[in-house]
C-alpha cells in the first residue's frame, strides 16, 4: 500500500513512513467536488491535493471533539451520538447539522 | 416527506479505512468506534468537501475565472470558519510545489532526500495556527496534555504516552470552570 512518490513523505507526515499511508484518494476528492455544484467546471491538479491534507485535518478534529463527548460520559466507544454532540457544539459545524440529524 | 434511507453509495465517499486509520491517529489505543460513527464521520467529508467547494467555486464565477484552484480552496476555507486549517495547508502547499519542482529540475537525481524530514515542517504552523479563543480551549486542552496533535518525529512512543495521557488526566471541561 506504500506509495512510492513525492506525496508519501508529504502527506505521511515524514519520509520515515512511521505514520504509515493514508493517502486520501484525490479521484474520489475530486469527483465529490464535481458532484458539489452542476456549474463547476475545472478544477486544478493542486485542488485535490489541498483538500486530502484539509480532509484529514477535518477528521482529525471531528474526531478530537466527539471523543471528549464519549469522555465526559464515560465510554469508550465513540458512537454517532458524540459526533452528533461535537458538531451541535462547534460553529463550523453548523453545516454538518442536518446531516447528523437525519435517521 | 422524509426521502427513504439513502444507499450508502461507498463512491460518494472516502473509504471507510482510510477515515479510521486518520481517527486512530487521536483516538487512544483502547477506543472502540461504532459502525455508525464511523459512517456518519465518511459522510460528514464529503460534505465538508462540498461546502468548501460550493464557496470556491462562486469566488472563481465572480472573478470569470474557469478553474478551481488550490488558493481559491484554501481562501474558502477562511472564509467559513476554517481560519485554523489555512496556515498548515499554505505551508503543505509550498513545500509540495517545491517538491515537484525540485523533480522537474533534478532529472537523474535521486529524488527522496531522505535528510528532510516533512514531519517537522508539518508540526511548526500547527502550533500558532490554532488560536485558543476561536475552539473553546480543544487544542489548548490537546497541547496541554502533552502536544497530542504534535507530530513528534523524535520519539516513537510519543504518540502513545500523549493518549495515555488524555484518557488518565484530561479534564476536558477543567478549564471552563
Known amino acids: ?103 | 416527506m422524509p426521502p427513504p434511507c439513502m444507499v450508502h453509495e461507498q463512491d460518494q465517499y472516502m473509504p471507510i479505512a482510510n477515515v479510521i486509520r486518520i481517527m486512530r491517529r487521536i483516538l487512544p489505543a483502547h477506543a472502540k468506534i461504532s459502525d455508525d460513527a464511523k459512517e456518519t464521520i465518511q459522510e460528514c467529508v464529503s460534505e465538508y468537501i462540498s461546502f468548501i467547494t460550493g464557496e470556491a467555486n462562486e469566488r472563481c464565477q465572480r472573478e470569470q475565472r474557469k478553474t478551481i484552484t488550490a488558493e481559491d480552496v484554501v481562501w474558502a476555507m477562511g472564509k467559513l470558519g476554517f481560519d485554523e486549517y489555512v496556515e498548515p495547508l499554505t505551508v503543505f502547499l509550498t513545500r509540495y510545489r517545491e517538491t515537484e519542482n525540485e523533480k522537474t529540475s533534478l532529472r537523474g537525481e535521486p529524488i527522496f532526500k531522505r535528510g528532510i524530514d516533512y514531519g517537522q515542517m508539518m508540526m511548526a504552523p500547527y502550533g500558532p495556527a490554532f488560536h485558543m479563543e476561536n475552539h473553546q480551549g480543544i487544542f489548548d486542552a490537546a497541547r496541554a496534555v502533552g502536544g497530542y496533535y504534535y507530530r513528534d518525529a523524535s520519539g516513537a512512543g510519543a504518540g502513545s504516552s500523549s493518549q495515555a495521557s488524555l484518557t488518565n488526566n484530561f479534564d476536558p471541561f477543567g478549564q471552563f470552570k
Open chain 1, 1 to 103: 500500500m506504500r506509495q512510492a512518490g513525492a506525496y508519501s513523505g508529504i502527506l505521511c507526515g515524514g519520509i520515515s513512513g512511521r505514520t504509515g499511508p493514508h493517502l486520501l484518494p484525490l479521484a474520489r476528492i475530486k469527483k465529490i467536488m464535481k458532484k458539489s455544484g452542476d456549474d463547476v467546471k475545472m478544477i486544478s491538479g493542486e485542488a485535490p491535493i489541498v483538500f486530502s491534507k484539509a480532509c484529514e485535518l477535518f477528521i482529525e478534529e471531528l474526531t478530537q471533539r466527539s471523543w471528549l463527548v464519549t469522555m465526559q460520559g464515560k465510554r469508550r466507544t465513540l458512537n454517532k451520538e458524540d459526533v452528533t454532540s461535537a458538531v451541535l457544539a462547534t460553529d463550523i459545524f453548523d453545516f454538518l447539522v442536518n446531516l447528523v440529524s437525519e435517521t
